[in-house]
């Protein structure tokens, strides 16, 4: 049994218990069940360390994972009562994260894989060609989220430092889409931060990325803001948009093909081209433009489209993600990934078959959206309210696997 698989174990024996309660007794029953292994096998004893003692490794094993699980504020010994063990008060109402040194498959289907674990831990080690990194950081917000923000001033080295092992396995014509904040203002002052702009030229100096385009994600349901500076000192306007960049290892390699992502024409330019196209002869901005008869009367598959994105950010996705957390007790994401952005780029940028993977995976909207368009993919989230969930939202793809204590394992909303 690996340690993996005896931490998975561990967590879903405390979560299924009642009251959240466990001797430590019941404890190596309970992973003696999970792991298929008998009460025999978990007795065993060999000799350990310098001095020869038998012990068993197995429960060794057990009792150091209880001490990190206490150390992550998850279990607590109950007062008076010798060897008993439970889940702490606030394990049910902070997000569970996974431990830094622990990564663990949630669950995987005939084309990806999600992992249980910080990126920091796994990416170093994936050792496969990427395609295309699609991810939507934790912003740098003043007020943080409950999955927890990264200051300011320390974002552009944490969001460097993510990407480095990505950058080293990504294909010579793989790209990089990050989405990330423009609503992030100094402090006690309207002028906003140029945190971007500082992020983009790190990426292209440290990385040797090269920056490809800037698209604004125009969000119309975005909610009014920021409320300060708009709405009570009457200074900007509301936003509407994020901004979405685009990065390439090589821009003249790179797999993109806007074929893939064309949209319908409109009513006036299809009526264009049936009638022939253009029939009049123009030149505009001393001749910088021609309009020659004829014009734009080829028919065509559809039309390009333009760099600016117009997604809400509710979506049916979101939407089943918090029923499913709600439903399995856990806390709901706060700012969810909405499918059409990875939809958008994933088809923009990459072929079937070919890996697309996301670092910071949320509800995994990049994983559903690469699954759906029968790429392969691979993500990593380090939150349990957040992947729990998203499990169920792959159960009917094919080769749908969880691993062993994750299905049983209940939040605690």
Same mark, same amino acid.
């Given at each position: 049994?690996?340690?993996?698989?005896?931490?998975?174990?561990?967590?879903?024996?405390?979560?299924?218990?009642?009251?959240?309660?466990?001797?430590?007794?019941?404890?190596?029953?309970?992973?003696?069940?999970? #792991? @298929?292994?008998? =009460?025999?096998?978990?007795? /065993?004893? !060999?000799?350990?360390?310098?001095?020869? +003692? %038998?012990?068993?490794?197995?429960?060794?094993?057990?009792?150091?994972?209880?001490?990190?699980?206490?150390?992550?504020?998850?279990?607590?010994?109950?007062?008076?009562?010798?060897?008993?063990?439970?889940?702490?008060?606030? #394990? @049910?109402?902070? =997000?569970?994260?996974?431990? /830094?040194? !622990?990564?663990?498959?949630?669950?995987? +289907? %005939?084309?990806?894989?999600?992992?249980?674990?910080?990126?920091?831990?796994?990416?170093?080690?994936?050792?496969?060609?990427?395609?295309?990194?699609?991810?939507?950081?934790?912003?740098?917000?003043?007020?943080?989220?409950?999955? @927890?923000?990264?200051?300011?001033?320390?974002?552009?080295?944490?969001?460097?430092?993510?990407?480095?092992?990505?950058?080293?396995?990504?294909?010579?014509?793989?790209?990089?889409?990050?989405?990330?904040?423009?609503?992030?203002?100094?402090?006690?002052?309207?002028?906003?931060?140029?945190?971007?702009?500082?992020?983009?030229?790190?990426?292209?100096?440290?990385?040797?990325?090269?920056?490809?385009?800037?698209?604004?994600?125009?969000?119309?349901?975005?909610?009014?803001?920021?409320?300060?500076?708009?709405?009570?000192?009457?200074?900007?306007?509301?936003?509407?948009?994020?901004?979405?960049?685009?990065?390439?290892?090589?821009?003249?390699?790179?797999?993109?093909?806007?074929?893939?992502?064309?949209?319908?024409?409109?009513?006036?330019?299809?009526?264009?081209?049936?009638?022939?196209?253009?029939?009049?002869?123009?030149?505009?901005?001393?001749?910088?433009?021609?309009?020659?008869?004829?014009?734009?009367?080829?028919?065509?598959?559809?039309?390009?489209?333009?760099?600016?994105?117009?997604?809400?950010?509710?979506?049916?996705?979101?939407?089943?993600?918090?029923?499913?957390?709600?439903?399995?007790?856990?806390?709901?994401?706060?700012?969810?990934?909405?499918?059409?952005?990875?939809?958008?780029?994933?088809?923009?940028?990459?072929?079937?078959?070919?890996?697309?993977?996301?670092?910071?995976?949320?509800?995994?909207?990049?994983?559903?959206?690469?699954?759906?368009?029968?790429?392969?993919?691979?993500?990593?989230?380090?939150?349990?309210?957040?992947?729990?969930?998203?499990?169920?939202?792959?159960?009917?793809?094919?080769?749908?696997?969880?691993?062993?204590?994750?299905?049983?394992?209940?939040?605690?909303?």
């Amino acid at each position: 049994m690996n340690q993996l698989d005896l931490f998975t174990h561990i967590a879903g024996a405390y979560a299924s218990a009642q009251e959240g309660e466990l001797t430590n007794q019941s404890l190596y029953q309970a992973v003696a069940d999970r #792991a @298929g292994i008998t =009460l025999a096998e978990m007795d /065993a004893v !060999v000799p350990i360390g310098k001095a020869g +003692t %038998k012990r068993s490794p197995i429960k060794r094993a057990v009792r150091w994972y209880q001490q990190t699980m206490k150390n992550m504020g998850v279990i607590e010994k109950v007062p008076d009562a010798r060897g008993v063990w439970r889940l702490t008060e606030e #394990a @049910g109402r902070k =997000l569970n994260r996974s431990q /830094a040194s !622990v990564k663990m498959v949630a669950f995987s +289907t %005939k084309l990806g894989v999600a992992i249980w674990g910080s990126n920091e831990a796994v990416f170093p080690h994936l050792g496969q060609p990427i395609m295309l990194a699609l991810t939507s950081p934790p912003y740098p917000l003043r007020c943080a989220r409950a999955y @927890g923000n990264v200051d300011e001033h320390e974002y552009v080295d944490f969001v460097c430092r993510s990407l480095e092992p990505i950058v080293k396995n990504l294909a010579p014509q793989g790209s990089v889409v990050l989405n990330v904040s423009q609503d992030i203002f100094l402090n006690r002052s309207p002028a906003r931060s140029t945190y971007n702009e500082r992020l983009v030229l790190a990426i292209c100096d440290r990385l040797g990325l090269h920056l490809m385009d800037r698209f604004v994600w125009h969000n119309a349901s975005k909610p009014p803001g920021p409320i300060q500076w708009a709405s009570k000192e009457r200074v900007q306007l509301n936003v509407a948009y994020e901004p979405v960049y685009w990065f390439a290892g090589d821009p003249l390699r790179v797999n993109a093909d806007n074929r893939r992502v064309l949209q319908p024409h409109s009513e006036r330019h299809a009526a264009l081209i049936a009638r022939g196209g253009e029939q009049r002869q123009a030149v505009f901005g001393d001749g910088a433009y021609r309009i020659n008869h004829g014009s734009f009367g080829n028919p065509t598959a559809g039309a390009i489209p333009r760099n600016v994105l117009a997604y809400g950010h509710q979506c049916a996705d979101s939407a089943a993600h918090r029923r499913h957390a709600r439903a399995l007790g856990f806390t709901t994401h706060g700012a969810p990934f909405p499918h059409s952005i990875p939809n958008f780029f994933i088809r923009f940028l990459t072929e079937v078959g070919q890996l697309v993977v996301d670092h910071f995976g949320g509800t995994l909207k990049t994983g559903l959206a690469a699954e759906r368009l029968g790429r392969r993919w691979f993500t990593t989230e380090n939150i349990l309210d957040y992947i729990r969930p998203s499990a169920e939202m792959f159960r009917d793809f094919p080769g749908f696997e969880m691993s062993p204590g994750f299905e049983e394992v209940r939040g605690r909303t």
